[in-house]
């Protein structure tokens, strides 16, 4: 399909309910910059496959955990591979739109992230604690996640969770990015209230560290988002590698900061868009 406008289906859940934030709202005001380049129609997650073929690209959002709707979105992933559909972010991603998989991997290569095993037999390699986190591998936004004591935890290593130390740590901070360009970055000062964020101004070496895991997703395209915990030691840990559908916290931004991202993402998608319809 060709237009002169190309045409974008926009897919968010809108009733998305969030603690502390409004999905929704960020969501209404992309949508709304966005009609301002391309045609422009939203749907639920669940109606995707159904209209897809009818687009020139989609672009998937605030869509929501897919723990809720996991048949609904394999099925979209499988039409979208199988058509050659035009998928913003890329279906590509390592980290976060393929499961937690990628926490084990770079933990036993050694980057700096949260020490993380799935087995009972590779507790043995996490700091020892007194208490840990299990979450399960296909969890988001802390669903399903528990903390529980060392002397029950080994029960719990079943295969299908994560397990890592409690950490200490000082504060959250995330690392917004489109495509390789650095954007903007926030963090959460009190860490039992991570949804109240602020501006944080960050150091040389903490784009070292954040470029480190946008660099070995290779994504080329697309918005994401590298949320780290300030460690015990003043250093760095991944906490998440969000590259599927990152909430980009827009609203707690100055308006020129926010204005800029929503100018790198439109002129991201564009390109995207633009090169793959374009003549060979």
């Known amino acids: 399909m060709s237009a002169a406008r190309p045409r974008l ?59 809720g709707y996991r048949s609904e979105y394999e099925a979209f992933r499988a039409r979208a591979l199988a058509t050659g559909a035009l998928v913003y972010n890329p279906l590509t991603g390592k980290a976060d739109m393929a499961g937690k998989q990628y926490l084990l991997d770079l933990s036993a290569a050694g980057f700096p992230v949260i020490p993380t095993v799935g087995r009972a037999e590779d507790l043995h390699l996490l700091p020892a604690a007194d208490a840990y986190v299990v979450k399960p591998r296909l969890g988001a936004d802390s669903l399903g996640m528990r903390i529980v004591p060392a002397g029950q935890v080994a029960p719990l290593a079943t295969g299908d969770v994560l397990i890592q130390p409690c950490v200490d740590f000082a504060y959250e901070v995330s690392f917004y990015f489109v495509d390789d360009d650095f954007q903007y970055a926030l963090y959460a000062p009190d860490p ?34 590298v949320d780290a915990c300030r460690a015990p030691d003043g250093g760095l840990l991944l906490v998440e590698l969000e590259d599927l559908n990152p909430y980009l916290s827009l609203e707690a931004l100055p308006e020129e900061a926010a204005e800029a991202f929503v100018t790198a993402f439109t002129a991201s998608l564009s390109r995207f868009v633009q090169g793959a319809l374009s003549p060979a």
Request: one cysteine or more; hydrophobic letters at 45%.
């Open 9 to 67: 289906l926009y897919v968010t859940d809108l009733a998305y309910q969030a603690r502390g934030r409004r999905y929704c709202d960020e969501d209404i005001h992309l949508a709304a910059r966005l009609r301002e380049r391309f045609d422009l129609a939203l749907c639920h997650p669940r109606d995707a496959v159904a209209l897809m073929d009818g687009f020139d690209a989609v672009v998937v959002r605030n869509s929501g955990p897919v723990l």
């Open 192 to 225: 039992e209230r991570r949804w109240e964020l602020e501006p944080y101004a960050a150091t040389a070496a903490d784009l070292e560290f954040a470029r480190r895991f946008v660099d070995w997703n290779d994504l080329g395209s697309g918005i994401q988002r």
